[in-house]
């Protein structure tokens, strides 16, 4: 559940940034910046960057030695249990959609989206975290060179910046809303809490904000000079979706007590997200409802940590 080791600041804050990064985000960011303009764009990237700080302030104030939903009064503890085991389906159903976008868009049958994402699940049922933390900084590797490249070669014509208008800042405003509060109650980000053990550094969360801050960034300049490189897009997008389906799928081992018990509920989530696909529901569309769900949970775990509550001393998953 939290690997054999510890791992350094270096490749825990590219496995935080790689994990929190989503398919999603360079389709949503162009859109954002293409459509609702520039002063939204800078709101909705500077929570998704500053995301990964906070939630190591909260990391660092509730200890994971006691799970969330232990800290949670009487009823509340098993609802909020199932509420982030729904919270992590939608996570891999967002990202195996999102890869099955990608797969469209290179020109590849169904068949080779699905045999990819298959591949993922495989290695981390097998393998576990430690394969998913390996997984994460080889994709995050690769998109980010990809991605600068086509930033550095793409025509400078003049950029068309969209001017927001109060409808479209409003708009941002409550997208950083659901930005900020995603990572605390995302499993994946607690397992990698839970990985650092007794070594708890706000180094690695620093680092994760820096990097998908340059990711932000290059998004918005492909946003803006409107580069046409679909293939190249498409490449982004399954490494970015592909390291995310690793941690989601990875984070779905500590709802079990068992071995056996967490690689039934991971194969569960997997199958049914894939017979989801059968619905056609845009990745925009599920990333609002499953955002939106959030942020009440993460509202309560914010105040946690405030009041320095959550204090335990058991070694568990949040």
Avoid at 5 to 28: C, D, E, N, Q, R
């Amino acid at each position: 559940m939290f690997g054999l080791k510890p791992y350094g600041t270096v490749a825990m804050g590219l496995s935080l940034a790689s994990a929190w990064a989503w398919g999603v985000s360079i389709i949503v960011g162009t859109q954002v910046i293409q459509e609702k303009g520039l002063t939204a764009f800078l709101i909705w990237a500077a929570a998704n960057a500053l995301a990964l700080t906070l939630f190591g302030w909260v990391a660092g104030k509730i200890s994971i030695r006691e799970t969330i939903a232990d800290a949670m009064p009487g009823v509340l503890r098993p609802l909020y249990r199932y509420f982030t085991l729904l919270i992590q389906f939608f996570s891999v159903l967002v990202n195996i959609t999102a890869i099955m976008t990608a797969c469209s868009m290179l020109g590849l049958p169904a068949y080779a989206g699905y045999a990819f994402t298959f591949i993922l699940f495989m290695v981390v049922l097998l393998k576990g975290f430690d394969a998913n933390v390996r997984g994460d900084i080889f994709f995050i590797l690769v998109w980010m060179v990809v991605l600068a490249g086509v930033v550095a070669i793409m025509p400078k014509d003049i950029p068309v910046v969209v001017v927001s208008e109060g409808k479209d800042i409003l708009w941002a405003a409550w997208g950083a809303v659901i930005l900020l509060c995603g990572p605390v109650v995302d499993q994946q980000h607690w397992q990698r809490r839970a990985s650092m053990r007794d070594k708890f550094s706000m180094n690695p969360f620093l680092l994760g904000s820096a990097i998908f801050a340059v990711y932000m960034a290059l998004i918005g300049l492909l946003g803006i000079y409107g580069a046409n490189c679909p293939v190249a897009v498409a490449v982004i997008i399954l490494c970015v979706a592909g390291s995310t389906l690793l941690s989601a799928l990875s984070a779905l081992s500590c709802y079990g007590r068992t071995v056996r018990a967490s690689r039934w509920i991971m194969a569960g989530c997997y199958t049914i997200a894939s017979a989801c696909l059968v619905l056609n529901l845009s990745v925009l569309t599920i990333w609002q409802v499953y955002g939106s769900l959030r942020i009440i949970p993460a509202l309560y775990i914010f105040w946690l940590a405030l009041k320095g509550k959550g204090k335990g001393d058991r070694n568990e998953c949040v």
